[in-house]
């Protein structure tokens, strides 16, 4: 993605497997090594001393906006934050200038936006490496530290069975991206209507994945090592009565848990609407580990830094 010699991260293809699986091994690692250490207190080798981190909001955000600011932190580093709001993004600059801009200011730059276009831009006009925060196509960082906690909870990647059901979402897209890379296994349940990019299918494809398209919930969840949903309604959606209903049948809760192994992983990138896309019996029960994925959006990312700046 993008020009120049900066290392982006729009996707995880930019990366590449070798280098997804050394950002995997280096979040282990160093998450291991703080044990114990406050939150906010750098790792010992403070890798990003003096480092400074553009983080750039077009969507609210909770965990994007934590993590990143965190990580950056552990690694020594130092974060500002921009939203269109308090900036002039949100009074007509373009994203090329901001990117110039920002370049002669930071060493690199987040973004989380709408449209992967501007995301695109951003990386094509700016000197520093550009991180794709979420956008509606993707969300990369996202699916690092699903397979981060994915790892670190017992389960190899090559041959894994991951069920996903409800939207055919920018979650799932990356979600694809990465069986791909890792060679594991994606059934997709989503109702009629609401499937994927083909482009994302044909992507897991090509890289040996086997991809399953169906509307049968159960079939999905048979067998599945990990199971996996996100919100109905995504944000800046409307609120639309008729997709919920659509979405009904696609519910992670016991039944649908019960088809999946016995010790299967359940993740949720959160926000999570509890009673819709997956019931308090699930999200509280012993096969949720949507915490643990939670945090481990801060170990992830810092192995993201670290491979944009070029120091993994």
């Not at 709408?114 to 960082?141: F, Q, R, W, Y």
């Not at 009629?192 to 994945?209: H, I, K, M, S, T």
């Not at 699930?282 to 192995?303: L, W």
């Amino acid at each position: 993605m993008g020009g120049g010699l900066a290392r982006h991260f729009g996707a995880l293809g930019d990366a590449g497997a070798d280098a997804l699986a050394a950002m995997i091994n280096d979040a282990i690692d160093r998450k291991a090594a703080r044990a114990g250490r406050p939150r906010g207190a750098s790792d010992e080798d403070a890798p990003l001393a003096g480092h400074v981190l553009a983080m750039v909001f077009e969507k609210n955000s909770t965990r994007t906006r934590v993590s990143f600011d965190i990580a950056m932190r552990q690694l020594g580093g130092s974060v500002l934050v921009l939203d269109s709001g308090s900036s002039q993004l949100g009074r007509g600059e373009t994203i090329a200038d901001t990117a110039r801009v920002l370049s002669r200011m930071v060493d690199a730059i987040m973004l989380r936006t709408d449209d992967h276009a501007k995301l695109e831009e951003m990386a094509a006009h700016a000197s520093v490496p550009v991180i794709n925060g979420l956008t509606d196509l993707s969300h990369p960082c996202q699916i690092l530290a699903d397979l981060l906690t994915v790892i670190e909870h017992g389960k190899a990647l090559p041959g894994l069975e991951l069920a996903w059901f409800g939207d055919g979402n920018n979650v799932l897209h990356s979600i694809l991206e990465a069986a791909g890379l890792f060679k594991f296994n994606v059934r997709v349940a989503t109702p009629a209507g609401y499937e994927p990019d083909p482009a994302f299918v044909a992507l897991a494809r090509a890289g040996g994945a086997q991809v399953t398209l169906t509307q049968d919930a159960r079939a999905a969840a048979r067998g599945a090592d990990v199971i996996v949903t996100d919100t109905w309604i995504s944000m800046g959606q409307a609120d639309a009565a008729d997709k919920k209903a659509a979405m009904q049948p696609y519910q992670v809760n016991a039944a649908l848990m019960a088809e999946a192994k016995p010790d299967a992983l359940f993740l949720h990138c959160l926000p999570a609407h509890v009673g819709e896309e997956v019931s308090a019996e699930v999200f509280e029960g012993p096969h949720s580990v949507v915490f643990d994925e939670a945090e481990n959006r801060i170990h992830a990312q810092k192995s993201v830094l670290l491979w944009c700046l070029g120091r993994l």
